[in-house]
């Protein structure tokens, strides 16, 4: 997994005692960066590795997508995620294949256009559940507190514990589920 170095600067912002933020994006951002971030299967990705038009380019394309109506402007809005669509661009150009877990509907739009596949959390919690990490109840305690933080679009978002369960059967123990999203990833379209 790599995130983006403006990502983890924001993370690190975030987590710290004095950010003028809710409580829960603090506690989440804190538990990204003892969990995620601060752990070997975790690359920080420079943000020096992308193309800065490109950067400019999607960052352009993501301010001018509508915001919800609670959602002040904010100076920095949109640079994290730029920058991890400009590091997805640069690294599938390499002949990387990429996946971008974005929770952000906005974002996972734009990154389609670059040919990048996006995936929610809910779909990497069901995933997650066919390999036998979770089970469906666990997996939605776990998406539901972290949705209150950083929310998967309302027309997306699994309901319940049920919309998440493996949904294999048969003798090939294919999860309906799981396979409708690989063809998508591998064409580069987000499962909505």
Do not use: W
């Amino acid at each position: 997994m790599r995130v983006a170095e403006s990502v983890v600067i924001e993370i690190d912002r975030n987590a710290g005692p004095g950010a003028a933020i809710d409580g829960r994006v603090r506690t989440a951002a804190a538990l990204a960066k003892t969990a995620i971030i601060g752990t070997s299967s975790c690359l920080i990705d420079s943000d020096d590795n992308y193309d800065s038009r490109t950067f400019d380019e999607i960052h352009f394309k993501l301010k001018g997508l509508p915001r919800r109506s609670d959602e002040p402007p904010h100076p920095l809005a949109h640079l994290g995620e730029a920058a991890s669509i400009a590091l997805c661009a640069a690294r599938k150009s390499q002949g990387e294949t990429i996946i971008f877990l974005v929770n952000d509907g906005g974002a996972s739009l734009v990154a389609s256009h670059y040919g990048i596949p996006a995936r929610h959390f809910g779909q990497v919690m069901a995933e997650l559940i066919c390999g036998g990490k979770f089970t469906s109840g666990d997996a939605f305690d776990i998406f539901a507190m972290a949705n209150s933080v950083s929310g998967v679009p309302q027309d997306v978002a699994p309901l319940d514990a049920e919309a998440l369960e493996c949904q294999k059967s048969g003798e090939s123990q294919v999860c309906t589920m799981c396979d409708s999203i690989a063809p998508m990833t591998a064409a580069g379209v987000e499962q909505g």
